[in-house]
């Protein structure tokens, strides 16, 4: 088909496209841009003209992984506008860490008329929880600081008073290396309800500790230098171009360019697929399992002495669990990977056959995926977490796991079956550079750990008075305050819905926040706090070959307070010791951190100190501390910004995972039950049982999870379609991270988040580009507009995540929180899920570009 | 006149948008202004889909419709880096750049009632920086160069998609089409 047929498939339209530099501009007037923080004087307009001021040093702090420069000039205490890496010159090995459009988009975050001015309270709300259906969509006023605290304070202590401790239930997920400043608060005054659980990373938080032996984030990722140095790269689910910099793209079209082959697995013809896959190849999402056992299916059957698939071996040296006869102790041996694959345990051979009517994938393209994996060495698969981020979804760890094993990519240049995500998308090894410890000593919560709940079912253990605290054992929950220090949860966990009804069940609900985001908008007192460009420094680290400092930007906006100060005020309030509240200040802190900073030693024979501190530095910073010898001074670090580890191709920091395991498993076990990789992973599923929701399986197999593709049928052996015949795919987009800087408008207008449909299904359902849809299922209704792509699998819907909840007057969802469609289905050890299923139809009222959507300004 | 140009690879844009958004922080564009924007199209049926992504922007052209247009000089072309600008202070607002321009890369802004485009950030080019689209790009797709040097460079085009002819205006804006998009 040549280009000019198909001009009518086009995103944009001729005429629209004419107008791309005012894509919206028809209702600028309306938006309410024009920022009071941006007025200036005529003196400071032409110093800004000739840029002068001051360039410091302001990163973003968010958990989208991201460790990028940023630099804002400052002139009269006003950000004039941002810079990002200019500190060396660019290179592949020694990249610049550019920051992406959120980086660039961040004083509209800190600085853009929507920020948090005061103290304020929720008008309807009295002691007892006044009129509480109307959280959310209450009106504000504004109260003083003292009024605000002693209104905290007095609920926390009626609470516990009156209902034991376990009845304040906090949340504290502070900045970056910042924060916990509750946790010492209500730990002191005699603990507190808390939470467990690995949201993001699904499965794979808990369950590689058992399987393979560790829980780190980098997981099984050689260093990215190695990746040159694959034939054949499997990009699954993982799709870095949106949501992973600032380098992560770069390594991967670099090996691209060194020739690696690489294939994109993915239910969406992804942005990363489109610009370096050779191949793309969909897949339903949560069916990976499926997808895995049938290409190790198809190696057992084709592998042979002349063209050998499978490294036996590596898995007779260094597993136990593959077949019969290298089982652990004293388990079944019936019980084993190979004979479940080929159906000798249950009647059903998981063949590409099999596999193809529930993953979606082309039975032909299953077979020549698994004889393409199984034939070429190396190969490094990424997989995302999103891959195990659903019930019951530890079979896609062990499964994973498996593959690595049988194809031998392990241990060996160019082979890597590891998750790839946040800070260490691409990025394998150990740190070379890493700040030290703030020096705080953590309040240990007199609430035990065995008491805590589990995050996959907070919301419904606060509404039902009952949560889950192992096998076989509900405990009584009765919670009457909830604390949100930071977060944005009320969105960003499953089932908001049932969030915000938990909300509405409780006396108090109190958080620290410098936007009004979902935990703010369903509070009764919120506490405006200062951003970390407004403290008195942060340290970052978390990356392999980087760490970021950063000073104070600006002063705090308004009546902006940090964590710390409100913690020391309720602590006032509360009778505790200023000593034991805060024993380090922020500074000292980050000093802390600076002081102890390591560096990697230029041969890799261990660490030495970062930074030269001199007697000095140490009182020009108002800190205690010694004097000390190190690779750089702390004036270059500040100049800088940051310190990042120069690399070379072939350096000494050149980092193959798992290597010692692979060339003698007796000499360096891993921390795993017998040290070998547990393909059978008793341990695992004990775990599972005994986290007390559902039973757990020591092998691969392969379980639905309960809002996956076969609850899309009423009957799925028939082929009869549901009530809910689409999977609601939720994904990272580059307008947020998770719930952070969505409210910029440039973002809002650069990235409008649509729902994301195959014209199959629009067809069907008679639904046209651009139409306003609702997308719902029994949890909640969620209303978005509509484009209609063929980059999205038929039956399978796309939704960017991280926007904040707004329901309308129909109760529907109108901000796009993709989570208001995932229910509560909790399994262990301690996995939320986050898949859904829905219907989408045409909504009959119109719905402004996100662009144009009112701020959230109080006052 | 010495003449820079821009070029943009299109086989390594990632839609990321660093362009756009610093674009918007450099130049405090209010929603609705843009002096840059990322077109996505696609092409074929799925599984089997082809997508692209196009850098739009003002082009600098060494022929430039919107100064020839512009009653009154307000559109003006640097002699020392052949960027074109808007002199805000002689500009009447008429709008006769913005209908002149073959590329959209002009308008008459709402608020200010002056004409707004790219500037080529040319007072950080003439402080020896590269522009801020430029210097965000997180792939390293976008880069600046002496128009000489892409004149040579083969595999470059100034006309993709619907654009007009490059003989009309001379666009200044080069790309290196992404491998398989005229198939």
Not at chain 1, 658 to 666: A, H
Request: glycine fraction near 8%; charge should be neutral; hydrophobic fraction near 35%.
């Amino acid at each position: 088909m040549g280009l000019i047929d198909t001009i009518s498939k086009f995103k944009l339209g001729r005429r629209a496209f004419l107008k791309w530099s005012a894509a919206v501009s028809a209702l600028t007037a309306l938006t309410g841009y024009e920022n009071e923080l941006k007025k200036i004087t005529p003196a400071e307009a032409q110093e800004i003209s000739q840029e002068k001021g001051e360039w410091k040093n302001a990163p973003c702090w968010h958990n989208c992984g991201g460790r990028c420069h940023i630099k804002a000039l400052v002139s009269g205490g006003k950000i004039v506008r941002l810079k990002t890496d200019d500190t060396h010159p660019d290179s592949i090995d020694y990249p610049q860490l550019r920051a992406c459009a959120r980086g660039h988009a961040q004083r509209q975050q800190v600085a853009g008329p929507d920020r948090l001015k005061y103290p304020m309270k929720r008008t309807h709300w009295t002691h007892g929880g006044g009129d509480k259906s109307l959280r959310g969509r209450d009106t504000w006023e504004r109260i003083s600081w003292d009024e605000a605290l002693d209104i905290v304070a007095s609920e926390i202590r009626e609470s516990k008073e009156k209902y034991g401790p376990k009845s304040i239930f906090l949340m504290d997920e502070n900045f970056n290396n910042q924060g916990g400043e509750i946790f010492r608060v209500l730990g002191l005054y005699g603990g507190y309800m808390s939470k467990y659980g690995s949201r993001s990373r699904g499965a794979w938080r808990q369950a590689m500790r058992p399987i393979f032996g560790y829980d780190r984030k980098f997981h099984n990722q050689n260093d990215r230098l190695d990746l040159v140095k694959a034939k054949l790269i499997l990009l699954w689910g993982s799709n870095p171009a949106w949501n992973s910099y600032p380098s992560a793209m770069n390594n991967l079209i670099r090996a691209k360019e060194a020739g690696a082959k690489i294939i994109a697995i993915d239910p969406m013809y992804t942005t990363t697929a489109s610009v370096i896959a050779d191949e793309y190849i969909p897949i339903r999402p949560a069916t990976d399992t499926p997808l895995i056992l049938a290409m190790a299916y198809v190696m057992l059957k084709e592998d042979s002495p002349e063209k050998p698939m499978i490294d036996w071996d590596f898995l007779n040296r260094c597993t136990v669990g593959f077949d019969s006869e290298h089982m652990p102790e004293g388990a079944d041996p019936k019980l084993n990977f190979k004979d479940y694959v080929l159906g000798n345990l249950d009647g059903l051979p998981k063949t590409p056959e099999w596999a193809s009517k529930i993953c979606g994938t082309p039975v032909d393209t299953i077979y020549r995926l698994a004889r393409e994996v199984g034939l070429t060495k190396p190969v490094t698969a990424l997989f995302a977490w999103n891959s195990a981020r659903a019930d019951k979804a530890t079979h896609v760890c062990l499964a994973q796991t498996t593959l690595a094993a049988m194809t031998g990519n392990v241990g060996i240049a160019g082979g890597a079956f590891s998750c790839s995500c946040q800070e260490r998308s691409t990025e394998g090894g150990p740190a070379l550079v890493a700040p030290g410890s703030t020096g705080v000593k953590a309040i240990k919560n007199p609430i035990p750990n065995s008491e805590r709940m589990c995050a996959n079912e907070h919301w419904r253990a606060i509404l039902t008075g009952k949560y889950t605290a192992g096998q076989g054992d509900k405990k009584d929950l009765d919670v009457h305050v909830i604390y949100h220090a930071h977060s944005n949860i009320v969105s960003q966990t499953a089932n908001t819905m049932e969030s915000i009804e938990a909300h509405k069940k409780v006396d108090f609900i109190v958080t620290h926040q410098f936007l009004l985001n979902s935990n703010a908008m369903f509070s009764d007192v919120v506490l405006p706090i200062t951003t970390p460009w407004e403290r008195d420094g942060m340290v970052l680290g978390g990356a392999r070959e980087v760490i970021i400092w950063t000073q104070k930007v600006i002063d705090p906006l308004f009546e902006a307070k940090d964590d710390g100060w409100i913690a020391l005020e309720l602590g006032k309030r509360l009778g505790l010791d200023p000593k034991e509240v805060e024993p380090v200040s922020l500074k000292q802190q980050n000093f802390n951190m600076l002081a102890g900073a390591k560096v990697a030693k230029p041969d890799n024979s261990g660490m030495e100190t970062l930074l030269t501190i001199t007697a000095d530095d140490i009182k020009a910073m108002g800190v205690e501390g010694q004097p000390q010898q190190g690779r750089i001074t702390l004036s270059e670090l500040r100049e800088a910004g940051s310190y990042q580890v120069p690399r070379k191709m072939d350096d000494a920091f050149y980092y193959i995972n798992n290597k010692s395991f692979r060339d003698d498993p007796e000499k360096n076990p891993l921390k795993t039950r017998d040290g070998k990789i547990q393909i059978y992973c008793g341990e695992l599923a004990e775990m599972v049982t005994k986290a007390g929701w559902n039973e757990g399986h020591p092998i691969a197999i392969y379980e639905p999870s309960t809002e996956g593709y076969e609850a899309t049928f009423s009957d799925f052996e028939k082929g009869i379609k549901g009530k809910y015949p689409l999977q609601v795919c939720s994904v990272h987009v580059p307008r947020g991270a998770h719930g952070n800087v969505s409210n910029s408008l440039w973002l809002r207008e650069a990235f409008p988040i649509p729902l994301l449909m195959n014209p199959a299904d629009a067809n069907s359902r008679g639904l046209k580009e651009d139409d306003t849809v609702k997308i719902f299922n029994d949890h909640g209704t969620v209303v978005r507009r509509l484009h209609i792509t063929e980059r999205v699998m038929p039956g399978v819907v796309m939704l960017g995540e991280g926007s904040w909840v707004q329901l309308n007057e129909d109760g529907y969802d109108i901000g796009g929180c993709p989570n208001v469609l995932t229910g509560t289905f909790p399994s262990g050890p301690d996995i939320e899920s986050f898949v859904s299923i829905a219907e989408v139809a045409k909504y009959d009222k119109p719905s402004l570009p996100d662009a144009l959507w009112p701020q959230r300004i109080i006052f | 006149m010495s003449q820079k140009g821009f070029r943009h690879d299109m086989n390594k844009c990632l839609e990321c948008r660093a362009c756009v958004v610093s674009c918007k922080d450099k130049n405090d564009l209010p929603v609705g202004v843009n002096f840059n924007a990322i077109e996505e199209r696609e092409r074929g049926k799925f599984p089997d889909v082809y997508v692209w992504f196009t850098l739009k922007m003002c082009r600098h052209c060494s022929n430039p419709a919107c100064v020839a247009a512009c009653p009154t000089s307000a559109m003006t072309k640097d002699d020392d880096t052949g960027m074109v600008y808007v002199k805000e202070d002689v500009c009447i607002g008429c709008g006769a750049c913005a209908k002149s321009c073959p590329y959209g890369a002009v308008q008459v802004r709402e608020d200010t009632k002056k004409a707004a485009k790219c500037n080529g950030c040319i007072d950080m080019l003439k402080r020896g920086e590269l522009p801020v689209c430029v210097a965000s790009c997180t792939s390293r797709c976008l880069t600046l160069a002496d128009i000489d040097e892409l004149r040579k460079e083969s595999g470059l085009v100034r006309a993709v998609n619907d654009d007009v002819s490059p003989e009309k205006t001379e666009p200044n804006l080069y790309y290196k089409p992404k491998k398989g998009m005229r198939a």
